[in-house]
T-cell receptor, first 113, second 115 residues
């Protein structure tokens, strides 16, 4: 079974600075998708960014970018110019070819004003 | 509606009781997912519907859990003989087609507490 590991339970960043959240996964599949979701205290999960495994180019969405290392099975999220509204739980997720989703245990991000 | 809605937002029940949790997906979305999120954990996949049929129910923990989606839109997650270990937030998500890089849109969840 696929597993997703987030080794940083908590992270903090100064407002306007850059922070990187790490994620590793284990799979024997060659075709899959990776996602980062944000979950604020309201509980509603919001998609931040996604990456198709067959694409070598790292995905970017405004201040959010990923570093996807397929051979190393690593998928980190970089948040640039951190804002107070970025404070939330961040979950890394793996979607298998069979359409099952596996989530990590999350990283709680605090943004310090 | 504009987003995925779930009712009730909170449910408190006693051990051994039966509960139903409802999910209203985004109109037109064919795929619907149920997840369970325990405290301090990420969402755990339960079941995935494509249309009216359960395409994958391998995440349901045991036969006390059952889900339906009779008309391909609203879904109900049913839990029989609830146990204290069933206490969690139950999340529902929907997506347009259910494949590829299709985006899942999540509801706010139902917090279930079994006393």
């Amino acid at each position: 079974a696929q597993t997703v590991t987030q080794s940083q339970p908590e992270m903090s960043v100064q407002e306007a600075e850059t922070v990187t959240l790490s994620c590793t996964y284990d799979t024997s599949e060659s075709d899959y998708y990776l996602f980062w979701y944000k979950q604020p205290p309201s509980r509603q999960m919001i998609l931040v960014i996604r990456q198709e495994a067959y694409k070598q180019q790292n995905a970017t969405e405004n201040r959010f970018s990923v570093n996807f290392q397929k051979a190393a099975k690593s998928f980190s999220l970089k948040i640039s110019d951190s804002q107070l509204g970025d404070a939330a739980m961040y979950f890394c997720a793996y979607r298998s070819y069979g359409n099952q989703f596996y989530f990590g245990t999350g990283t709680s991000l605090t943004v310090i004003p | 509606g504009a987003g995925v809605s779930q009712t009730p937002s909170n449910k408190v029940t006693e051990k051994g009781k039966y509960v139903e949790l409802r999910c209203d997906p985004i109109s037109g979305h064919t795929a619907l997912y149920w997840y369970r999120q325990s405290l301090g954990q990420g969402p755990e996949f339960l079941i995935y519907f494509q249309g009216t049929g359960a395409a994958d129910d391998s995440g349901l923990p045991n036969d006390r859990f059952f889900a339906v989606r009779p008309e391909g839109s609203v879904s109900t997650l049913k839990i029989q003989r609830t146990e204290r270990g069933d206490s969690a937030v139950y999340l529902c998500a929907s997506s347009l087609l259910g494949g590829g890089s299709d985006t899942q849109y999540f509801g706010p969840g139902t917090r279930l507490t079994v006393l």
